[in-house]
């Protein structure tokens, strides 16, 4: 993790006070943001503290979610964050967005009341580069807020926000990545090795020796900064150069 600078992190606070100004004019006043749901450390404001402490609250005030390593693994918020990039709400004891989705739909949302007292809250996932997942949620207590006809309305206006505030942050403390350009061959090559082909199976797909196979795969690890085949390709996969095997 890189060291921000002042002035990124005053950005990022910026925007966190816009994200709960956003949410209080629409009756979900209680934010939870986190830049990486796979980072056990909070989102820090320009004097070093968490922003969860200084600009966002919480329904419960004794639920100090951004101190707690296994919060991220019971939370059914985040959970259903990793099944779905499109933002969505919670309300009634369970999920919905604009469109069916059955991963969001057999998830159990009874929890989150009794555990959290969150009665409906709108959830905007953040899917950024580097395979980084992260998410802000606009929640309320009150039963009688009508959460889904608030979603229809603002889910495209809290979701920019959402990518604003947690994309401004991702930036300002990960690893800026140059850009990497790749041939199509090397493509094809890492393709197939996501795909658990060893280096013999590639080339009889593709038709070529076993000798080029390899050779495209270094020179693709030697380009992407990676040690070995594995790494190679999980880099290769968070660029959005490793996708379906449509080769």
């Keep these: 993790m890189n060291t921000p600078s002042a002035k990124d992190l ?27 749901i796979g980072d056990v450390h909070p989102m820090l404001g320009p004097d070093g503290r968490p922003l969860a402490e200084t600009t966002f609250r919480w329904i419960d005030p004794k639920l100090k979610y951004w101190t707690e390593r296994a919060f991220a693994l019971r939370a059914q918020f985040i959970h259903a964050v990793r099944c779905c990039a499109e933002p969505f709400w919670f309300a009634e004891g369970r999920f919905g967005s604009w469109r069916p989705m059955s991963a969001l739909e057999a998830l159990d949302g009874a ?11 709108i959830i905007a996932p953040t899917y950024l580069t580097g395979g980084v997942i992260g998410a802000v949620v606009w929640a309320t207590p009150d039963p009688a807020v009508p959460v889904r006809a608030i979603f229809e309305r603002e889910a495209p206006r809290l979701h920019a926000q959402a990518m604003r505030l947690l994309g401004a942050y991702n930036d300002a403390v990960g690893e800026a990545q ?47 900064k990676a040690t070995g085949r594995a790494q190679a390709t999980h880099r290769a996969a968070l660029l959005g150069y490793v996708g379906g095997l449509n080769t």
């Design 10 to 36: 005053a950005f990022v606070a910026d925007q966190a006070r816009a994200t709960v100004r956003q949410g209080e004019a629409i009756g979900l006043g209680y934010v939870a943001a986190s830049h990486d």
């Design 111 to 121: 929890s989150i009341s009794g555990e959290y007292g969150v009665a409906g809250a």
């Design 178 to 224: 140059p850009a990497v350009r790749l041939t199509r061959r090397e493509i094809q090559c890492l393709k197939w090795a996501a795909a658990g082909k060893t280096d013999s199976e590639v080339g009889q797909i593709m038709h070529i020796a076993v000798p080029t196979v390899r050779f495209h795969i270094r020179n693709a690890a030697t380009k992407l």
